[in-house]
């Protein structure tokens, strides 16, 4: 693996067994991201993008090759010892926020953190900064049937960023919004990656959404068939037209 890879498939394979039919996801798939990048991936339903983001989040393993993340193998590290890498080395946003009803942002913001060593003080100061970065500081009391749509996802973004992990996975995290809050998340995400330095790889159908990312990466029946670097100079000065 060169020195700025940071995420790296080598010949995935992954496949379901369906009605006693195997279902190949991803065909000997290679990919790269480089530390840093931001990458959207694309492609029609069933083509593989989800089963990604859950095999370099850890959350799957794949039947044959390899998935390395921060220069380790996802699939050898213990099912006891998930969580904590998780908690150190990926952040997760989905479509749908994932946000319990139950506590305040402030409180959603702060699950991840108990998977620290942190002190209660510590993860406190952690969760207030998070909030503070997407915005959401004067909503830290509330919960999610107070918030919008676009307020919950910054919060689901908030507590994605809270253990400072390397990379963000984004599932869809546009795809339940309104096109203005949509906008508003992803001007968020352009921070991670611009400012902070974050790693970034997104799931999308949405063109406007993968207009944002670095890279375009199109797949179709669990192969890539396109990685497209993207103008985001161009994007960014049409904008501002």
Do not use: C
């Amino acid at each position: 693996m060169s020195r700025d890879t940071y995420i790296q498939l080598e010949s995935v394979t992954k496949k379901y067994t369906r009605g006693g039919e195997d279902l190949v996801v991803l065909d000997q798939l290679d990919l790269t991201i480089p530390e840093g990048d931001y990458a959207a991936l694309m492609g029609p339903s069933g083509s593989g993008k989800t089963t990604i983001l859950n095999l370099v989040g850890g959350l799957d393993v794949p039947n044959s090759g390899r998935v390395t993340v921060a220069e380790t193998e996802v699939s050898g590290i213990a099912q006891r010892q998930l969580p904590a890498w998780r908690a150190r080395h990926v952040g997760f946003v989905f479509q749908s926020f994932n946000l319990l009803p139950v506590l305040t942002a402030h409180e959603n913001v702060m699950l991840p953190l108990q998977l620290t060593p942190l002190s209660a003080a510590e993860r406190k100061k952690q969760a207030d900064f998070a909030l503070e970065i997407v915005g959401l500081s004067d909503r830290a009391g509330h919960r999610p049937s107070q918030l919008s749509g676009g307020q919950e996802q910054r919060v689901a973004i908030a507590r994605a960023i809270a253990t400072d992990p390397d990379v963000i996975i984004a599932d869809e995290p546009t795809g339940d919004l309104d096109r203005n809050s949509a906008d508003e998340i992803l001007e968020l995400l352009d921070r991670l990656n611009d400012e902070l330095g974050k790693t970034i790889l997104m799931v999308t159908h949405d063109p406007a959404a993968a207009a944002n990312a670095r890279r375009i990466l199109k797949l179709d029946k669990g192969n890539l068939v396109s990685d497209e670097a993207n103008d985001r100079s161009r994007k960014q000065s049409q904008g501002e037209a």
